[in-house]
């Protein structure tokens, strides 16, 4: 039975999200094959682990007195130990488990980012998401679209400027963004998710405070030029290396208006409860709405599975799905969200999630695939990554050190 470390929360803007992926993660994972450790990480960096991470209503009144504090360090021989904080690192009843795979539940900064894959690639744990290269780019926007761009892969217009350049001259940049990009504009801070610090512009006035607005939240800003005639399409994917498989495509019914954080997570069900995180149970007819849902009372919002768009619209949207996949070196579950302007029909590739809420299991699930085959899925593609890491070469002999020190 494998030891599966499941990795949520951190500190990010999308830290609530996260939690609901990885307790679903948690719940969905096939406890016939899988040893499960949940381990969260708080808004203040720090590590627990605990039964009652289990639970969802446990994180609506915290309580860390039923946790352990917990870390990850490196294990003798190789590999990594999660250990109790409070005690020796290896000594005794410290060591909780040695984990065989991480399964990676974050969104947004300090967990999608890169940061975690770095460490658990020092330390030669398995892990779910895509790798240090594709993490890091698939966060940063700017970054992600000039690598689309130069790809030959069909983005929007687009310009970015740093913190430091809008403090120095607001009216330069008002003027740049207007001479380049126009309106409507959408503004957003490089390295988010989930629509947190996008605003839409449609004059000077709303450019100018949508900046602020981005600012406040990355020193690096994106301004792109909106399509006019929108539809939003998303395609998820599944793998590593050469062995992909495609969903098929969704489109949110709501996306007539920009949406929100609240909008995309937060519609839906009473008390506010309800979003885009709850999965889809089923595949209708096409173009039909997909309601409902219920992974521990979240529920869908409101999409369309699978898209209502031509069949060769689809086609060159999966097409695309696979290359990013390539380009991207990613591996596990990613999704990439495309814009269409029906009118022009045309296609814009909007941005990569290297780890989608809910895994976009609602995706996979309405081709026949479920949940927990998901994430089988996903850990076989972390352990053939790990081998085919292994097999390269990391040590090569030369007579450096015997020159620095003086010998011949």
Request: contains cysteine; proline residues 5%.
């Given at each position: 039975?494998?030891?599966?470390?499941?990795?949520?929360g951190?500190?990010?803007?999308?830290?609530?999200?996260?939690?609901?992926?990885?307790?679903?993660?948690?719940?969905?994972?096939?406890?016939?094959?899988?040893?499960?450790?949940?381990?969260?990480?708080?808004?203040?960096?720090?590590?627990?682990?605990?039964?009652?991470?289990?639970?969802?209503?446990?994180?609506?009144?915290?309580?860390?007195?039923?946790?352990?504090?917990?870390?990850?360090?490196?294990?003798p021989?190789?590999?990594?130990?999660?250990?109790?904080?409070?005690?020796?690192?290896?000594?005794?009843?410290?060591?909780?488990?040695?984990p065989?795979?991480?399964?990676?539940?974050?969104?947004?900064?300090?967990?999608?980012?890169?940061?975690?894959?770095?460490?658990?690639?020092?330390?030669?744990?398995?892990y779910?998401?895509?790798?240090?290269?594709?993490?890091?780019?698939?966060?940063?926007?700017?970054?992600?679209?000039?690598?689309?761009?130069?790809?030959?892969?069909?983005?929007?217009?687009?310009?970015?400027?740093?913190?430091?350049?809008w403090?120095?001259?607001?009216e330069?940049?008002?003027?740049?963004?207007?001479r380049?990009?126009?309106?409507?504009?959408?503004?957003?801070?490089?390295?988010?998710?989930?629509?947190?610090?996008?605003?839409?512009?449609?004059?000077?006035?709303?450019?100018?405070?949508?900046?602020?607005?981005?600012?406040?939240?990355?020193?690096?800003?994106?301004?792109?030029?909106g399509?006019?005639?929108?539809?939003?399409?998303?395609?998820?994917?599944?793998?590593?290396?050469?062995?992909?498989?495609?969903?098929?495509?969704?489109?949110?019914?709501?996306?007539?208006?920009?949406?929100?954080?609240?909008?995309?997570?937060?519609?839906?069900g009473?008390?506010?409860?309800?979003?885009?995180?709850g999965?889809?149970k089923?595949?209708?007819a096409?173009?039909?709405?997909?309601?409902?849902?219920?992974?521990?009372?979240?529920?869908?919002?409101?999409?369309?599975?699978?898209?209502?768009?031509?069949?060769?619209?689809?086609?060159?949207?999966?097409r695309?799905?696979?290359?990013?996949?390539?380009?991207?070196?990613?591996k596990?579950?990613?999704?990439?969200?495309?814009?269409?302007?029906?009118?022009?029909?045309?296609?814009?590739?909007?941005?990569?999630?290297?780890?989608?809420?809910?895994?976009?299991?609602?995706?996979?699930?309405?081709?026949?695939?479920?949940?927990?085959?998901?994430?089988?899925?996903?850990?076989?593609?972390?352990?053939?990554?790990?081998?085919?890491?292994?097999?390269?070469?990391?040590?090569?002999?030369?007579?450096?050190?015997?020159?620095?020190?003086?010998?011949?």
């Open positions: 039975m494998l030891q599966l470390l499941v990795l949520y951190s500190r990010a803007c999308e830290h609530d999200v996260s939690i609901i992926t990885g307790v679903q993660a948690l719940t969905a994972a096939d406890p016939m094959k899988y040893d499960v450790t949940p381990v969260y990480i708080d808004k203040q960096g720090r590590w627990f682990t605990g039964e009652a991470l289990r639970r969802m209503d446990f994180y609506t009144h915290f309580d860390e007195r039923q946790l352990i504090p917990c870390m990850l360090v490196p294990a021989g190789g590999g990594a130990h999660l250990v109790k904080q409070k005690t020796g690192l290896f000594g005794g009843h410290g060591v909780l488990v040695k065989d795979c991480a399964l990676l539940a974050f969104h947004g900064m300090n967990g999608e980012d890169g940061t975690i894959q770095g460490l658990l690639e020092l330390y030669g744990v398995p779910t998401s895509a790798g240090v290269l594709g993490s890091a780019t698939g966060m940063d926007k700017i970054a992600m679209k000039l690598i689309y761009r130069g790809c030959g892969l069909p983005v929007t217009d687009m310009c970015w400027f740093e913190r430091a350049d403090e120095a001259g607001r330069d940049i008002l003027g740049r963004v207007e380049e990009i126009g309106y409507p504009a959408f503004v957003k801070p490089a390295n988010l998710g989930s629509s947190i610090g996008i605003s839409r512009a449609k004059d000077r006035a709303s450019l100018a405070e949508a900046i602020d607005v981005a600012a406040s939240f990355d020193r690096r800003i994106l301004v792109e030029k399509v006019e005639h929108l539809k939003e399409v998303n395609c998820a994917a599944v793998g590593y290396g050469e062995d992909v498989t495609v969903s098929p495509c969704e489109m949110p019914v709501t996306w007539e208006e920009f949406l929100t954080f609240d909008e995309k997570y937060l519609r839906g009473k008390g506010g409860k309800g979003g885009k995180l999965p889809a089923a595949m209708p096409k173009g039909a709405p997909v309601k409902g849902g219920g992974a521990k009372g979240m529920q869908s919002l409101s999409r369309r599975i699978p898209a209502p768009i031509p069949d060769e619209t689809t086609a060159e949207i999966q695309m799905t696979r290359e990013i996949f390539r380009i991207m070196d990613l596990g579950v990613v999704r990439v969200d495309y814009l269409l302007d029906t009118e022009a029909n045309r296609i814009y590739v909007n941005e990569v999630n290297t780890i989608p809420g809910s895994l976009a299991f609602y995706l996979f699930e309405a081709m026949g695939i479920p949940f927990r085959e998901l994430i089988d899925r996903m850990v076989d593609a972390a352990m053939r990554a790990r081998r085919e890491r292994d097999a390269s070469t990391f040590s090569y002999g030369s007579p450096i050190l015997q020159r620095a020190a003086g010998n011949r």
